[in-house]
């Protein structure tokens, strides 16, 4: 059986708005995800201790990258990669139909499952050859939606 462990570091900026008042805050958030490890390396508290480490150090790293970029660039560059993904084909129609499941709540249910799973494809730091395998997976016309009926 495998496991992979969990490291939240949340950092809370204090806020104090006045009655009817409004403030807009844009919350930056980095995930970094370990490898499954096997159960028996669950006991050996130097190696969890390694794996929390490097997590850590990526995600500072990841963070300082992000600031670095402006809001509104970084907010751009996230809906330019949106908006490939959603060209690839990985979409679901909306339906007419009365009382249908329809895609619009598929695709919503997609964006958020898929905005915390690591993908290796936009990740700054791969190799162009494995991008383009990566790719080339994306685009696979024959294969279609095989889930709830959205009819």
């Not at 708005?17 to 970094?32: A, G, M, N, R």
């Not at 992000?66 to 129609?93: M, N």
């Not at 016309?141 to 709830?148: R, W």
Request: glycine letters at 2%; proline letters at 5%; hydrophobic letters at 35%.
């Amino acid at each position: 059986m495998f496991h992979t462990p969990e490291i939240f570091i949340i950092y809370i900026k204090k806020l104090i708005l006045s009655y009817f008042s409004q403030d807009k805050q844009t919350i930056l958030t980095v995930i970094k995800f370990s490898p499954p490890f096997p159960e028996n390396s669950l006991s050996n508290k130097t190696f969890l201790k390694q794996w929390q480490n490097k997590l850590q150090q990526q995600a500072k790293d990841d963070m300082l990258d992000a600031l670095s970029i402006s809001s509104i660039r970084l907010l751009k560059e996230h809906i330019d990669t949106w908006s490939l993904i959603w060209q690839s084909g990985f979409t679901i129609s909306r339906s007419l139909a009365p009382s249908a499941m329809n895609g619009d709540i598929i695709n919503r249910t997609i964006y958020y499952v898929l905005c915390s799973t690591p993908s290796p494809i936009y990740d700054l730091n791969i190799e162009e050859t494995k991008r383009n395998e990566f790719n080339q997976s994306l685009y696979q016309i024959d294969q279609c939606y095989e889930s709830h009926s959205t009819l």
